[in-house]
Nanobody, 122 residues
Framework: QVQLVESGGGLVQAGGSLRLSCAAS??????????MGWYRQAPGKQRELVAD???????NYADSVKGRFTISRDNAKNTVYLQMNSLKPEDTAVYYC??????????????WGQGTQVTVSS
């Protein structure tokens, strides 16, 4: 079993910053961690990709966050980060961490965190 534990959400004024973290852990041995990413879901809307990052460091961003958000990862800690600057009220959503993880003797699977609320006030 794999756990993705998120932290760093909260309430911030427009123009402010937050940094989200997501650490992957397992009672079994993790053989490899592939792409890691952040998604978000606002009330009444579908879950959407915010940013993802490959194990070698290449990243992909939604157009709405380019230039404001930066995704990074620490492979030694199986942790992914999302630095969010110049936040806007429309960034308000529950943010979910996602990771493709392969345990020893298993094939790769996608795992999700429990979600962390980000609220940006105007």
């Amino acid at each position: 079993q794999v756990q993705l534990v998120e932290s760093g959400g909260g309430l911030v004024q427009a123009g402010g910053s937050l940094r989200l973290s997501c650490a992957a852990s397992s009672s079994s041995t993790i053989a490899s961690v592939g792409a890691m990413g952040w998604y978000r879901q606002a009330p009444g809307k579908q879950r959407e990709l915010v940013a993802d990052i490959r194990s070698e460091g290449s990243a992909n961003y939604a157009d709405s966050v380019k230039g404001r958000f930066t995704i990074s990862r620490d492979n030694a800690k199986n942790t992914v980060y999302l630095q969010m600057n110049s936040l806007k009220p429309e960034d308000t959503a529950v943010y979910y961490c996602n990771a493709r993880i392969r345990l020893v003797f298993s094939g790769p699977r996608d795992y999700w965190g429990q979600g962390t609320q980000v609220t940006v006030s105007s």
